[in-house]
């Protein structure tokens, strides 16, 4: 017969609390993650959908829209491609493959004068 000392039971009273205080550490650190990357990945949609880089929407003015938004799902379409079979796939084949060739893009067509050109003045 074994018996338990008093000294087996403050040992495993330690590995129980070291254990739960690991496991609640743990479980802090996973909803910090999750909710961090939960406004990356809204961050990101709302930057495909109104298709900005991160670059132009820092500099963009408020409220203003991209020459280059054609409408959410053509947006989406010019990142993912045009077969959503493939947008989970991360890697690029033909049936997948964005629209345009990456230096020419399609642009919303009363949004195409530059906000640095100037109309010429009447008279």
């Avoid at 590995?15 to 961050?43: E, H, R």
Wanted: net charge negative.
């Amino acid at each position: 017969m074994v018996t338990l000392t008093q000294s087996d039971d403050i040992g495993q009273h330690k590995w129980y609390i070291c254990t739960s205080v690991m496991v609640l550490m743990s479980y802090m650190m996973s909803v910090l993650l999750i909710v961090t990357l939960t406004n990356f990945l809204k961050f990101h949609l709302k930057l495909v959908l109104d298709n900005y880089t991160t670059i132009e929407n820092l500099e963009r003015e408020e409220g203003a829209k991209s020459k280059f938004d054609i409408g959410r799902r053509r947006n989406w379409e010019q990142v993912f491609g045009t077969n959503p079979w493939w947008w989970w796939y991360p890697c690029h084949i033909n049936a997948s493959r964005p629209v345009g060739d990456g230096v020419r893009w399609r642009v919303h067509y009363t949004r195409v004068i530059d906000e640095d050109e100037e109309l010429p003045a009447e008279g």
